[in-house]
């Protein structure tokens, strides 16, 4: 049988996935390639260019933050160039991650955040990281603390709701898991955001971060087949509403729109909607992403490809 064209998107060539959290931003992989060289005027050239697109500034923010020399080449962009509220930003951001790994000091990680919010006190990038920080430690009160600053600045932000999603699903609140504070949360975001933001697509995030939880402490299978969790009711309008946005959205620009995809595709895919889970594997390319991949009883990019192959066909 002639295999069918290679426009059709079909994987046939064993490709390797980076799971590169700068998704397809060209302009952000450079910067920070050149920033892990210590050449750190790429970063300010790319970040004085985003400007106030917050969700874009915050993703790229944390992934130069991500670089394992980041706080050295920081410090030295913030000597040439003092009152640099990016170098700030960017300092606090790698400290912030630091912190994370337990490099570095809550205090200090804390204290850079809050000196980058005083020199760009519209910048929500600051209080981002402090929400990285308090959602790390499981600080409840600081977390939403940090989560209200950063939406009282951009009340769409992207990251900040993922990671608000993450926390509360790890919450157990004593009740039925239907039921469970992070469904709410996901539901009231998606209620109060313009009908043009990826924030449609944040119940699915919160139903996957629950399985995640779940098939941790063993209530679940970690094999998502044999688990339940993707065939509810709840489940599949959660899943139809957040497919048939997708359909209807224009936003193809969003920073971030590779993991709500991936999302999305895990959660088709789970269903057994194996043709809508191809439209997304098409969008996806090779933009795959660790969550929710590695939510499994398998290698995330073993389950990735499995899916993948699954929904598009095998040669």
Avoid at 28 to 47: E, I, M, S, V
Avoid at 90 to 113: D, F, W
């Amino acid at each position: 049988m002639t295999p069918p064209p290679r426009s059709l998107g079909r994987p046939w060539r064993r490709d390797r996935l980076a799971f590169d959290p700068a998704l397809d931003d060209g302009e952000l992989a450079a910067a920070r390639n050149a920033l892990a060289q210590g050449r750190w005027t790429g970063a300010r050239t790319l970040l004085a260019e985003t400007g106030d697109d917050w969700d874009r500034r915050g993703h790229r923010l944390i992934v130069l933050a991500e670089v394992s020399a980041s706080v050295s080449w920081a410090r030295d962009w913030q000597l040439a160039e003092p009152d640099s509220a990016d170098a700030a930003a960017l300092l606090a951001c790698s400290t912030t991650l630091r912190a994370v790994r337990g490099k570095a000091s809550y205090e200090s990680a804390q204290g850079q955040a809050l000196a980058a919010a005083r020199m760009a006190p519209a910048d929500p990038s600051p209080w981002l990281a402090l929400l990285i920080l308090a959602r790390t430690l499981g600080a409840g009160d600081d977390c939403a603390r940090a989560f209200d600053q950063v939406r009282a600045r951009y009340r769409d932000h992207h990251q900040a709701h993922h990671l608000m999603a993450v926390f509360l699903a790890e919450r157990d609140n004593g009740g039925g898991d239907p039921l469970h504070e992070v469904y709410d949360f996901a539901s009231w975001a998606a209620e109060q955001a313009p009908a043009d933001s990826p924030l449609a697509v944040l119940p699915v995030v919160a139903h996957a971060e629950r399985f995640r939880v779940l098939a941790a402490s063993g209530t679940l299978s970690r094999n998502p087949s044999q688990s339940g969790h993707w065939s509810t009711r709840k489940a599949r309008q959660v899943m139809k509403a957040a497919f048939d946005w997708w359909l209807e959205w224009e936003g193809e620009d969003h920073p971030r729109q590779q993991i709500d995809l991936n999302y999305l595709a895990h959660a088709k895919f789970h269903e057994g909607r194996l043709a809508e889970a191809a439209a997304l594997f098409h969008r996806i390319g090779p933009h795959a992403t660790r969550a929710p991949w590695s939510y499994t009883d398998r290698d995330p990019q073993q389950e990735f490809r499995a899916a993948r192959s699954a929904a598009l066909g095998s040669p």
